[in-house]
């Protein structure tokens, strides 16, 4: 008897930490994690199985759907933005081929057990592309079908995986003589620059905010890679993880799109740097832009309108960025050096 899971790839990165530790907590979902490393041990009790390998690996995909009933997956995945830049072309596998892989295992899944298999996909501000800052000012908080001429390799793979995620849980084999549903119950957000008080991102270009903050917490000096007037919206983990679950639990009707942005609080680096000198007051921060990685952010919106999330399902973030620095940051991230970063 196989038994039903949830499946999270990426399990090793920031969402897939606070993912799993939430449904822990609850304890209704049995979670298979799979990762290209090797599951941070403390996550591992939390877990039904860990598996090390990688989402282009057929065979393991196999040895997974073979042993496991799979009801919804997480599929957290990807090369992120900067590193993406160095290697697009494996970016564009692991980001691309993989989601693929994982649609068409959620289609092979429901097929067999006869349900819906829910997918939940990080897609990001990065799918925008706004053409100059000047543009970027006048925008404001930007819908989503605005402005998606994104310039990052790893924008491109988010905006057409949205698309293909859409396709499946849409429009599949349409033309086939006796049609039936994927099966494939997709449904993405697009986050904001998230910033965790346990994790830090690997390989992002919004890696600023969050480094500046760890940096300061273990009392090391931090030179900042944009300009102090570089602004996007930003948001705190346990909002990004709240959000992917109120999505995961709507009802397919409530959803008149498949992706959606979700908004946090929009700050400029500068500001980012005060709300930490605040709470750090030694911390030394200092700014050396790098003009390319500058150059992405200064593409990305200031902000997004998030009024689809809130209107169809309900969204309504509990940071602002006040409460996110006071509430749930600061106290955190000293308790966490405190302890050793254990
Ligand atoms: N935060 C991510 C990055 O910077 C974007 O999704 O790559």
């Not at 006040?322 to 509430?327: E, H, L, N, T």
Request: net charge neutral; hydrophobic share 40%; proline share 7%.
């Amino acid at each position: 008897m196989r038994k039903p899971v949830t499946l999270i790839t990426g399990a090793n990165g920031e969402i897939g930490h606070g993912l799993i530790e939430h449904f822990a907590a609850g304890g209704e979902h049995q979670i298979i994690a799979l990762d290209l490393n090797p599951l941070d041990e403390r996550l591992r009790p939390h877990c039904a199985a860990a598996l090390s390998g990688d989402i282009l690996d057929q065979n393991l995909l196999q040895r997974l759907i073979s042993e496991y009933e799979i009801h919804a997956i997480y599929h957290l995945a990807a090369l992120l933005s900067t590193r993406a830049e160095y290697t697009p072309d494996t970016a564009h596998r692991v980001n691309v081929e993989g989601t693929l892989n994982l649609l068409r295992l959620a289609h092979e899944q429901s097929r067999w057990h006869g349900h819906p298999v829910k997918f939940l996909f990080p897609s990001s501000i990065a799918v925008y592309g706004l053409p100059d800052v000047a543009t970027k000012e006048r925008a404001g908080r930007v819908r989503e079908t605005d402005f998606n001429f994104p310039t990052t390799m790893y924008g491109c793979n988010k905006l057409y995986c949205e698309q293909l995620g859409r396709y499946y849980a849409l429009h599949y084999r349409q033309l086939a003589a006796e049609r039936v549903p994927s099966g494939v119950d997709f449904r993405a957000i697009r986050f904001p620059g998230l910033i965790s008080a346990f994790t830090l991102p690997t390989g992002g270009t919004s890696d600023y905010a969050p480094e500046m903050l760890h940096h300061a917490a273990q009392g090391k000096p931090y030179a900042c890679f944009v300009p102090p007037r570089a602004r996007i919206p930003f948001m705190a983990m346990p909002d990004g993880i709240r959000a992917l679950l109120e999505l995961a639990a709507a009802q397919t009707e409530q959803l008149s799109q498949r992706a959606y942005n979700i908004g946090g609080f929009s700050l400029s680096a500068e500001e980012v740097r005060g709300l930490v000198l605040r709470a750090f007051p030694d911390a030394k921060i200092t700014f050396e832009p790098d003009a390319p990685r500058a150059a992405i952010v200064d593409t990305w919106p200031a902000d997004v309108d998030d009024n689809a999330a809130r209107r169809d399902w309900g969204w309504s973030p509990r940071y602002d960025a006040q409460r996110a620095f006071d509430g749930y940051l600061v106290p955190n991230i000293a308790a966490y050096y405190q302890r050793g970063g254990r």
